[in-house]
T-cell receptor, first 117, second 109 residues
Framework: SQTIHQWPATLVQPVGSPLSLECTVEGTSNPNLYWYRQAAGRGLQLLFY??????ISSEVPQNLSASRPQDRQFILSSKKLLLSDSGFYLC????????????????FGPGTRLLVL | GEDVEQSLFLSVREGDSSVINCTYTDSSSTYLYWYKQEPGAGLQLLTYIFSNMDMKQDQRLTVLLNKKDKHLSLRIADTQTGDSAIYFCAESGDYKLSFGAGTTVTVRA
């Protein structure tokens, strides 16, 4: 069965410091991968998605970046964190689209809570 | 998401039915989803409905889809305290899902 991991679970960082959040998926190959941010009391904002190694699509311009160095690894980074980067970061995956299936269904990791002070 | 709208809060008495409503805009969406988020956790897929269906029932959950009005609802029968969570509606798109802002359901004794 497939599992998705995120770490760290919680992170407290000062403003201006760098960030690296990691997401890995097990039990599948060539997944689509997604990074979302959920601000306190708000819905999900799609930040990045990737359909393959080295392929990153950015949904919202910001000081964050994403990379996919391996098939099942997705990394969210920042060179200098802002206060507004605080939130709950969720990674998700789905199977690469196949005809007739429910490949669009996304499965979420446990999330990383980031607090920027 | 701007394209998917939900009411933000719902309070329900334990044992009653909960109905969470959602409207969406993309008529080409193939699937529509309901996810549940418990405090401090990720999103858990509750159920989904294919766009050519009107209704889907799964134990205590009933999903109704009115494609003409682009309206989706989730009914939870016999609501329990463990059903307290945020419920997200989502519509499928090209590689992406568009999520509503979530409905916070509070179950009171």
């Amino acid at each position: 069965s497939q599992t998705i991991h995120q770490w760290p679970a919680t992170l407290v960082q000062p403003v201006g410091s760098p960030l690296s959040l990691e997401c890995t998926v097990e039990g599948t190959s060539n997944p689509n991968l997604y990074w979302y941010r959920q601000a306190a009391g708000r819905g999900l904002q799609l930040l990045f998605y990737s359909v393959g190694i080295g392929q990153i699509s950015s949904e919202v311009p910001q000081n964050l970046s994403a990379s996919r160095p391996q098939d099942r690894q997705f990394i969210l980074s920042s060179k200098k964190l802002l206060l507004s980067d605080s939130g709950f970061y969720l990674c998700a995956w789905n199977q690469a689209r196949t005809s007739g299936g429910i490949g669009e269904t996304q499965y979420f990791g446990p999330g990383t809570r980031l607090l920027v002070l | 998401g701007e394209d998917v709208e939900q009411s933000l809060f719902l309070s329900v008495r334990e044992g009653d039915s909960s109905v969470i409503n959602c409207t969406y805009t993309d008529s080409s969406s193939t699937y529509l989803y309901w996810y549940k988020q418990e405090p401090g956790a990720g999103l858990q897929l509750l159920t989904y409905i294919f766009s050519n269906m009107d209704m889907k029932q799964d134990q205590r959950l009933t999903v109704l889809l009115n494609k003409k009005d682009k309206h989706l609802s989730l009914r939870i029968a016999d609501t329990q305290t463990g059903d307290s969570a945020i419920y997200f509606c989502a519509e499928s798109g090209d590689y992406k899902l568009s999520f509503g802002a979530g409905t916070t359901v509070t179950v009171r004794a």
